[in-house]
């Protein structure tokens, strides 16, 4: 068994909850949605098709006179969800008098390729590449500065979260005529191959249990021997549908083996998702909801019974605090939206980052990385094998001193920090890093409750891409 | 009509004469040959198939404690022709304890994707691109840092001449964790959309026709309307056909269009391969072999019928310096040897460069820039579009500053040098010009008759390569 190493729970989640509240979004009333025609294949010439690539403009306080363009690029969901969570850049648009360009990722959102054959082979899926995804960033920004007047020669800085922290990185890496910088939040770039430990992720998880309640990583430790013991039955099967409220009823082993991952995706996405602040962008979290959710969780030494009604209690508060929910769905962590499927293609061809657990370190059941199973998965899903090493070839691994400005932001508290760059490789390859902040905090709108360190990045952040632009100017 | 702005007719001759003398060369007893699985599509995982990509190695003065390995980043031939060739890299393996490498680029040589089916069609051909090209490099230097022993720590040199140096330059831009540094000769990364004039190429190649003799380069121009005038009557066409020596006689208007064509490239390739020194590695030229044939060129006022005799004269000099050619065949500028194929596909997809001759700065009739002649000819022979800007999307054009350790060397009467870096960018990114140098002399064998620009442009390259590998040997 393999360990889908995703962000897609997350964005799974926050995709539908966009969808609610948009419209109420300051944001969405500034921008204009455009198209630009791509090449579906940069790198061959036989296919010489093309599609719509979407992009959002938000220039209400651009300097027209070659003012900065802060350029988001765009990762694996709907590009509206992005630019209307990451606040950041709006906070700062009108310091910089920059211009807002979010560009979407092709297969996600409504940039694919071939419609809905997209996802139907993988012929079709075969330009679903990071290479692909930066081509198309720099043609499009190409494309803008030849258009629009007054923006020949802005200086484009590249901005992304997560997988899109890394195409931001990855694209000053590759494009540095196209940028002359990038921040890349939360951007693991070194989850691949052995460059980091296997295990660091799910341990940096249970450290946030750990230090969010007595007893609360305990607790989630011990519930999988409860799980394991009560699915040895007929009747305990029935006893755990019954109390985690499933809408479909658990029949077996397999489905116990589901539930477990289920619980553990919702405990990983707590983690990532652990503002210090009420979050009404997701479905409604208090702020800090680990410290919440432990407070259903402090006591360890139950028995089986007792431990698993108070694990519902904790995972009723992530999937349905308002209440409303008369049942909860394990398969969502499978939803099939265009989201979940382009990221599992990713994952199973460039994006292999190796995950495991060890119980020890961390309070999940041991497993090792399987990259085997992982292929096998693979080929039988998508008729493709992964490449480990790729990414690696391409991108450098920890190899990347000779490149510059780019800014890498982690929180502590997110277990993607683990593959991410956390110490300064040289002056202007430069570490931030938020004590206090879960995924990609920073990106997120200035907010009362923010704590000192994720202030202190952003203006760090706000620092280096000044810099950049003046340098920008002074070359130009 | 347009002009196929190429290297083939170079290597085409070259590569025969290689076959010639090989087993005279010295390096040929010391390298050698080995071949490498490579993946056939590193953009894409639809197509999982590898192919034997062959390499030559050549590591008697390698130092084996992490000596430097200096890397020949092949380019539209065989390699072994460029082993014997680049003798430059035999001179220098001693004095820096170096390894060499000399990888083959896929669609050439021994190293074709789909055998025999190569090219056959665009399907097959769809892989041949410099960005393919590089991610073969890079795989095969992981490859050979892991499995020679002492090689983990050798700092890579990226050396590489004409395509082979734009693609030397790219590398170390692409794939800086791979190669601490490049050395590009004659390599015209710029010979692309409209960073610089069409029309230098030509004008470079006129001049060093001015330069070699009185009335030389004013022969060649007149001779144009010369042939014109013969090739309206049948007679004409009888005539040319006999004094040219030509295997196949000229029956219209259109073979005398190829006849023009013919030998504006043997003007084309004595502007190349004017070298300093008999060079017997091509067919047996003399020293300085421009001069020689302006020697037949001496008076451009003469009568059509006597100035087209001495054109003769002259391109016989370059065809049959040996007497041995019984007639001189055109259509071997149009030999469909695999290099040729490979470059003519190249040049109709990624490595559109144009060219333009007005007549009056250089010495041939005037042609513009034909984009959408070359177009509908590409589209025509092989079912593909160029792709005029992609080069500069990829590359970054003129826009390279942020790059670094990258020395370019050009021949000042090379024409390639028209598209080449011939004024410093950065301390790191440096130009050489060598004023009496041809196509990338640099790279040649020491000879005594070597100008002092070339032993000062070597001793340079030498400089800055100990340089890179002094400062590998601290970061490392």
């Known amino acids: 068994m393999y360990r889908l190493p995703i962000f897609v729970g997350q964005w ?51 300097k027209k006179d070659n003012g900065p363009i802060l350029f988001y690029t765009g990762n694996e969901g709907d590009i509206t969800w992005f630019c209307n969570n990451t606040g950041f850049m709006w906070d700062v648009a009108e310091e910089l008098n920059a211009m807002l360009v979010f560009a979407e990722h092709r297969y996600y959102g409504e940039s694919l390729p071939f419609g809905n054959e997209s996802f139907s082979d993988s012929k079709h899926l075969n330009y679903l590449t990071s290479e692909q995804a930066l081509a198309d960033f720099a ?13 020949r020669y802005s200086p484009v800085i590249a901005i992304g979260g997560s997988y899109g922290g890394m195409l931001a990185a990855w694209f000053r890496m ?13 951007a693991p770039i070194w989850q691949f191959g052995d460059l980091v430990p296997c295990g660091t992720y799910f341990s940096i998880v249970t450290n946030d249990f750990k230090k969010s309640g007595t007893g609360c990583s305990e607790s989630i430790r011990n519930s ?7 699915s040895s039955t007929d009747a305990g099967l029935q006893w755990l549908s019954s109390t985690f409220h499933l809408c479909s009823p658990l029949k077996n082993l397999q489905d116990a083996a589901i ?12 983690a990532m998702v652990n503002y210090p602040y009420k979050a009404d962008f997701l479905q409604p979290l208090p702020a ?17 019974k007792l431990l698993l009604q108070n694990v519902f209690q904790a995972v009723n508060l992530y999937y349905n605090y308002s209440g409303e929910a008369s049942c909860l769905d394990m398969s969502e962590t499978a939803t099939k939206n265009l989201g979940q ?19 020890v370190n961390d309070m999940f059941e041991p497993q090792k990385w399987d990259f085997d199973a992982l292929s096998e998965e693979c ?22 001193s000779s490149h510059s400005n780019i800014v890498f932001s982690n929180g502590g508290l997110d277990p993607w920090s683990a593959g991410g760059v956390t110490q300064n490789i040289t002056d202007s390859l430069v570490a931030i890093v938020i004590p206090d902040g879960a995924h990609h905090l920073d990106l997120r709108s200035r907010n009362p409750l923010d704590p000192k360190s994720v202030q202190q990045a952003r203006a760090l952040e706000i620092h280096y891409m000044k810099q950049w632009i003046e340098k920008a100017r002074c070359n130009h």
């Open 379 to 400: 080929y039988k899903l998508w008729g493709v094998r992964p490449r480990p090493s790729w990414i690696l070839s391409m991108y450098g691994g920890k190899n990347i």
């Open 341 to 359: 499927l382009g990221w599992y293609y990713q994952a199973c061809t460039e994006m292999v980052m190796p995950m495991c657990t060890d119980g």
């Open 139 to 151: 043609v499009l920004i190409e494309y803008l500065k030849t258009t629009i007047a007054g923006a």
């Open 224 to 230: 999988w021997n409860a799980i394991n013991h009560l």
């Open 259 to 270: 539930l477990k991952n289920w619980l553990s995706e919702t405990w990983v996405n707590l």
């Open 288 to 304: 800090w909801p680990i410290q919440e959710v432990c407070k259903f969780l402090k006591d360890p030494s139950l028995s089986d």
């Open 12 to 62: 799974k989640e926050l995709g539908r909850v966009c969808e609610l509240v948009k419209i109420a979004r300051r944001e969405e009333a500034f921008h204009k949605t455009l198209k630009n025609l791509s090449i579906i294949d940069h790198f061959g010439f036989d296919e010489n098709l093309t599609f719509q690539q979407r992009y959002l403009v938000a220039d209400q306080h651009w």
């Open 174 to 186: 590759k494009y540095p005529h196209v940028v002359v910088g990038a921040l890349a939040a939360s």
